[in-house]
């Protein structure tokens, strides 16, 4: 079946640092593809999306591009700050359901 | 807009017990709640989807009469877990998706359930 795998954490990064979560997936079809993050006691949000190949997802200076040659979805963020301490998950859309990766914990240091 | 609420956030129940947890949409109205469920380091896992007014749909190698979800209004749907058991302790989260055409699933903040 569909799967999501996404790189083990924690990631611990100082302020202002370039970030990269890798994410790849498996799947039968061309599903649409997410990033969600979680903050301290609060649910999950969706971040960005891309629903075909070469798509760019943007939001928050975070983006992330639709691989479809090397089934990836990488999160990146240039410059990332303390307030972007979270989980983030990778995801994908498989009839309607949403499998998850296991989610990458990320702790930013001032 | 599109809050997602869970009540309660922590619930302690002894073994044999059952108990129920509830999600609501605050400001929109859910055609289909899903509910997850989450263990330590792990990925959510699905549990089941349900449409108001109709029976929930399982994933398989999930006990529908253990894990009886109830979408009765467009705002609010329920699990209860039925005589839990100490491997039933996890985290469960649900979430919502309004009409037609929308795709985008909104999450509530979760429960944590310890079964003792």
């Known amino acids: 079946g569909d799967s999501v795998t996404q790189m083990e954490g924690p990631v611990t990064l100082s302020e202002e640092a370039f970030l990269t979560i890798n994410c790849t997936y498996t799947?039968?079809?061309?599903?649409?593809l997410f990033w969600y993050v979680q903050y301290p006691g609060e649910g999950l949000q969706l971040l960005l999306k891309?629903?075909?190949?070469?798509d760019k997802g943007s939001n928050k200076g975070f983006e992330a591009t639709y691989r479809k040659e090397t089934t990836s979805f990488h999160l990146e963020k240039g410059s990332v700050q303390v307030s972007d301490s979270a989980v983030y998950f990778c995801a994908l859309s498989d009839e309607n359901k949403l499998i998850f990766g296991t989610g990458t914990r990320l702790q930013v240091f001032p | 807009g599109a809050v997602v609420s869970q009540h309660p956030s922590r619930v302690i129940c002894k073994s044999g017990t059952s108990v129920k947890i509830e999600c609501r949409s605050l400001?929109?109205?859910?055609?289909?709640m899903f509910w997850y469920r989450q263990f330590p380091k792990q990925s959510l896992m699905l549990m089941a989807t349900?449409?108001?007014?109709?029976?929930?749909?399982?994933e398989q190698g999930v006990e529908k009469d253990k894990f009886l979800i109830n979408h009765a209004s467009l705002t609010l749907s329920t699990l209860t877990v039925t005589s839990a058991h100490p491997e039933d302790s996890s985290f469960y989260i649900c979430?919502?998706?309004?009409?037609?055409?929308?795709?985008?699933?909104?999450f509530g903040p979760g429960t944590r359930l310890t079964v003792t």
């Open positions: 349900s449409n108001e007014g109709s029976k929930a749909t399982y």
């Open positions: 799947a039968t079809g061309y599903p649409s």
């Open positions: 979430s919502a998706r309004g009409g037609s055409g929308t795709y985008e699933q909104y």
């Open positions: 891309a629903t075909k190949a070469d």
């Open positions: 400001d929109f109205q859910a055609t289909t």
